[in-house]
């Protein structure tokens, strides 16, 4: 009986890998078919550089860290690269075994000529609630419905009330949920999974209207500073 359960658990583990690589073979064809289409690069080469080269808290975490299945192009008329992000976190029991945890989640990112303060915008959630009740608030705005929906970041006040007037909070409600960062002459979209197609399009689009909404006058502003 227990030859037979370990026979089971081993056909299970093979299976699950398979299972894997035929998911992740399927995805890297869609990607690229997709990327030529848009008349993007496509590489599944693992990139370890992105944590340094960009300035984004996402791209920080754990260790590890590289960024696979990278399109490099246009996108909503904009310098645009689209990737898989990895890395990994680890936990200890108290036999001091060590267990590694593999997170994979996907981005898209525009390469603008203005130079942008550091701005990040997400959907706020539970610890954010706790945070904000021991006093540990996010910059809160005169449309409830945003403050609420979203926690917003920056250690310019001034530049975040200039980027999130009323037009773009609006638009920001209405639209698809995806975690937002500016930093330099970038800005990201990203979520805690991994895109498929149309999430690529959708973090894309996201981002041309967030872009679209700025004022001329911040725009100028941001120019100058680059």
Not at 69 to 75: F, H, K, S
Not at 124 to 145: H, P, R, T, V
Request: charged share 25%; net charge negative; proline share 3%.
């Amino acid at each position: 009986m227990q030859v037979f359960f370990i026979i089971v658990v081993a056909a299970v583990i093979v299976a699950a890998v398979v299972y894997g690589q035929i998911q992740a073979a399927r995805r890297k064809k869609e990607l690229c078919q997709w990327a030529g289409r848009q008349g993007m690069s496509f590489s599944e080469a693992a990139d370890s550089s992105f944590d340094d080269r960009y300035p984004f808290s996402c791209l920080t975490k754990g260790d590890n860290r590289y960024a696979k299945n990278i399109c490099r192009g246009r996108l909503c008329n904009r310098d645009a690269t689209t990737f898989d992000y990895h890395y990994e976190t680890h936990t200890t029991d108290s036999k001091g075994h060590r267990t590694t945890y593999h997170h994979w989640f996907s981005a898209v990112m525009f390469s603008t000529e203005w130079s942008f303060k550091p701005l990040s915008i997400r959907t706020e959630n539970l610890l954010d609630k706790i945070g904000a009740f021991f006093g540990f608030e996010d910059i809160n705005f005169e449309s409830a419905e945003f403050s609420r929906e979203f926690c917003v970041a920056s250690p310019d006040r001034r530049w975040a009330f200039d980027v999130l007037h009323q037009e773009t909070m609006e638009f920001l409600l209405a639209a698809p949920r995806f975690a937002l960062e500016m930093g330099g002459p970038y800005v990201i979209a990203h979520r805690d999974q991994t895109f498929s197609v149309a999430d690529f399009e959708a973090a894309a689009n996201l981002l041309a209207g967030l872009l679209d909404r700025i004022p001329k006058t911040v725009l100028e502003e941001a120019k100058g500073t680059n």
